[in-house]
């Protein structure tokens, strides 16, 4: 039996109760208890327990940006995602690593990428251009969750 969906923060909510909200609702999405999801978020760096993720899903602890990635990482998503009024289902939207020539790693939501004539990879959603970069300094490109 799946469970249902659950709402995003209501519009014009804060960004900490957004980000509750929706790290609450891909929780559930994924089928993750609370203590499955502190265990992935402390293997992506940042140590947190279980206490800690019910406080996070119930607005009673502040999300600094070392969180938030980790969160976005544990979750299989974006800190754009996570601090977005209006979530979009993923349907669609692929999260790709996009790893460069001096190391750094890029994680970009996006539904379509190509290359231009000039040299650029692209990343759209919606048809809008989300991310961009210089061929080449991508080392590679992975869709998040392959191996």
Known sequence: M?????????T?????????ANVRRLRKNLGLSQTALAERVTKAGVPLGDMATWSIENGKRRINVDDLYALAEALQTT?????????RSLGGV?????????GTVERV???????????WLNFYEQEQ??????????LCVRVRGES
């Open 129 to 138: 251009r989300v991310f961009f970069a210089s061929v080449a300094r991508v």
């Open 94 to 102: 692929q999260v790709f690593e996009v790893r460069f020539d001096g």
């Open 2 to 10: 799946t469970e249902p969906q659950v709402a995003a923060a209501p």
């Open 79 to 87: 800190p754009r995602e996570l601090l977005s009024a209006q979530p």
């Open 12 to 20: 014009g909510a804060t960004p900490e109760a957004t980000v509750s």
């Open 109 to 119: 939501a996006a539904d379509r990428v190509e290359t231009d004539e000039r040299g």
